[in-house]
């Protein structure tokens, strides 16, 4: 009698306690990133009293007022207002400079090239709160000299996000750049294009994955800063992420409002993200890939 073949499994197939382990896995990670959320989308919807005492899983009452008292317990538009535009401030300058930076940097060769590059990742080494004293010094002693007044301001606020968003995005896009082939500028020069025409026309929008990458690093940076806002700003100029402190007083802290208005500043950098997560992905991999 022939013997009984048994079925070829696939070579790719993973055996069921694999697919199960990873399942689990899986869930575990989800139900860590879910938890954090839900704390605080069903903390935002309790009244105060709900939620000073235990915390409970199934709220016994949901309300919408808080989402109403958070615009009255601190100025928190004139807080948005200003983060809005420091950070978007501080995004286009930084984004300009280092489109050009970065260019220069990737298409020539001028003494102190390799000089300049280490420099501008040299800084990433150090830590933020290294510069914050010499940064409130300099802007004081010239405020006193020539009467600019940059501590206290929305402009000495976005010259100090400047100061640690400007050098990792040179560096970024130096790497994006090397990764696209000359020989687009050179045909964009061929067709009459001058170096700046090359730059806007052909290399900027093939690059345009990276720059949104780059924009978007610098816009959560300077939106969620805490340290330099802290020492920086003054009630006119206070910034969300300072702001946010207004919530807690000498006897409580209103922790439903808290919540409530840490998921609407949230709002802009989660919708962002969504919009363009396709562009970050593709900007921060493609100097890897290529």
Do not use: H
């Not at 935002?44 to 989402?67: A, H, N």
């Not at 958070?70 to 809005?84: D, K, M, Q």
């Not at 709160?129 to 206290?152: E, H, K, R, S």
Request: net charge positive; hydrophobic share 50%.
């Amino acid at each position: 009698m022939p013997s009984a073949t048994r079925p070829l499994r696939s070579p790719t197939a993973r055996p069921p306690s694999f697919v199960w382990t990873r399942r689990i896995v899986l869930t575990l990670l989800t139900l860590f990133a879910v938890t954090p959320l839900y704390v605080m989308v069903s903390s935002s919807l309790k009244p105060l009293e709900g939620v000073t005492g235990s915390f409970r899983w199934i709220p016994s009452e949901l309300t919408v007022q808080p989402y109403l008292d958070i615009w009255e317990t601190v100025p928190l538009g004139r807080y948005f207002t200003n983060s809005l535009i420091v950070a978007g401030a501080a995004t286009v300058c930084s984004v300009i400079i280092a489109v050009f930076a970065a260019y220069a940097v990737s298409r020539y060769r001028f003494r102190g090239r390799r000089t300049f590059t280490i420099t501008v990742l040299s800084t990433q080494m150090f830590p933020g709160i290294l510069f914050l004293l010499p940064l409130f010094l300099i802007f004081v002693n010239l405020g006193n000299l020539t009467g600019i007044a940059l501590y206290g301001s929305r402009g000495g606020l976005i010259l100090t996000y400047m100061t640690f968003t400007l050098p990792l995005s040179i560096w970024m896009l130096v790497g994006y750049f090397d990764s696209l082939p000359r020989d687009l500028d050179e045909a964009a020069q061929v067709d009459g294009c001058g170096p700046l025409g090359a730059l806007f026309r052909v290399v900027v929008p093939a690059a345009t994955p990276g720059i949104v990458a780059v924009t978007i690093y610098s816009f959560m940076t300077a939106w969620g800063e805490v340290l330099f806002a802290s020492v920086m700003t003054n009630d006119a100029t206070r910034t969300l992420s300072i702001g946010l402190q207004g919530y807690a007083n000498q006897t409580e802290v209103y922790w439903n409002q808290v919540m409530a208005a840490s998921l609407v500043v949230s709002l802009p950098i989660v919708a962002g993200f969504l919009l363009l997560q396709r562009y970050l992905v593709a900007g921060l991999t493609a100097g890897a890939v290529k």
